[in-house]
């Protein structure tokens, strides 16, 4: 089931600032950080269930499982015991793993971003137009005042011009209506 945008990205900015905070103890070298990252890495790991995502899912496991390898006292990179440096270590495989989960969560957050960015640039030409036609006015603007009545503006203009119905279906294929919906009314408000 496609979820919402918008909150999508806001979900992906909770885990990065999640993270930060994670990253935050671990600079400080407190002896709370492997039981935080542990909890934020079980987060994570329920998100990316919750979605779906298996790729996402797998490569959490696979830093929880190479935290547990070092923590067991085994070298998951040499396959061998660790005989000293244990702590050193996990503070290594730990600082991978933080490093990994930064990059893919803003690599995710980055393309849902793209996503809205063209949307949004795509819905802003159009409303430009309408506003330049009169069929957008200024009291028109005022009167969609809520996402709810911009959903019945969209809608009307569905119905009245196919070019607008064909870009609507080419959005729909990204984003949900309510994102339309909202995309819309950030733009409304740029332009009054």
């Known amino acids: 089931m496609q979820e919402l945008i918008h909150h999508t990205t806001q979900t992906l900015e909770f ?6 905070k994670v990253q935050e103890v671990y600079l400080a070298k407190s002896f709370d950080f492997d039981s935080q990252f ?6 994570l790991l329920d998100y990316f269930k919750a979605k779906g995502n298996t ?10 499982s190479m935290i547990e390898t070092v923590k067991r006292g085994f070298n998951p990179v040499k396959l061998e015991n660790i005989s000293s440096g244990k702590r050193n270590l996990l503070y290594g495989f730990s600082f991978n793993g933080i490093e990994m989960i930064h990059g893919f ?3 995710l957050l980055a393309k ?3 996503k809205i960015d063209e949307s949004e640039e795509l819905l802003s030409g ?3 137009s309408l506003y ?19 959903g019945q503006f969209w809608e009307q ?14 959005l729909r294929l990204s984003l949900l209506s309510e994102d339309i919906y909202l995309i819309i009314e950030k733009i409304l408000t740029k332009i009054t």
């Open 157 to 170: 203009l569905l119905s009245q011009n196919t070019s607008i119905a064909g870009i609507n279906k080419k």
């Open 38 to 43: 542990d909890a934020f890495l079980h987060q």
């Open 126 to 128: 159009l409303m430009i």
């Open 105 to 107: 969560l803003t690599e």
């Open 112 to 114: 849902e971003q793209k």
């Open 132 to 150: 330049q036609n009169n069929i957008l006015d200024d009291a028109t603007i005022k009167e969609l005042n809520s996402v709810i009545k911009i």
């Open 15 to 20: 885990h990065l600032d999640q993270l930060n």
């Open 55 to 64: 790729t996402r899912e797998s490569e959490v496991l696979k830093i929880m």
